[in-house]
Structure formats: structure tokens, C-alpha cells
């Protein structure tokens, strides 16, 4: 990580069009629930990055497209390589939906 690597954060706009494309993709909001009823995506789920222990109830496949989203992109990154130590294949960290420039749900 050097000094400019936050100029290579993911773009959530563009990862959300990539989600919608692929059918049985998951789309993981990684912040806590009172933030997830503050205001999510529509489509994910909600599964803390402390509770990540329990994705499996959420994602049975390990080989399912999992993109990952927290607020600023911080836990959504630390998500990503969590899923990836637990053996999923194609995880996607968005970043945050700070950024975020479609519909929101509450």
C-alpha cells in the first residue's frame, strides 16, 4: 500500500452494474445493522464483519460472486479478505456506499 493507493479505490457505481448482471450473485452490506436500516442497497444482505462467521448461512456455495460493501470501504475490505481466507472464489470488495449514487431502501 503506498502513498496513493487511494486513488485505486473500487468504484461502487460500477460495481453495482456489474452485480445486477450476474445471476445468483450476492451483494453483502458488511456494516452493522443499525446502519443497514439507515439506508442499504436494495438487493443485499446484511452480515457484520464481526458476524462473518455466518456468511454460510447466507452464501452455501464458495464458488458464488460475492460483492462487499461497508460505509467508507475500511470492513468492506477487510470483509473481502476474510471471505477469501474462508475459501470463497470470486469475492468483489465495491467499497463504500458512501459513494453510492443509486436507490437506497429503508
Known sequence: ??????????????????????PGAVLLDVRTPEEYEEGHIPGSRNIPVQSMETVESVVRRKDIPVFVYCYSGARSHRAARMLGRMGYTDVRDLGGIAGYSGKVER
Do not use: A, H, R, V
Open 1 to 22: 500500500m503506498g502513498l496513493l493507493s487511494f486513488l485505486n479505490n473500487p468504484d461502487i457505481n460500477q460495481g453495482i452494474q456489474e452485480y445486477k448482471t450476474i
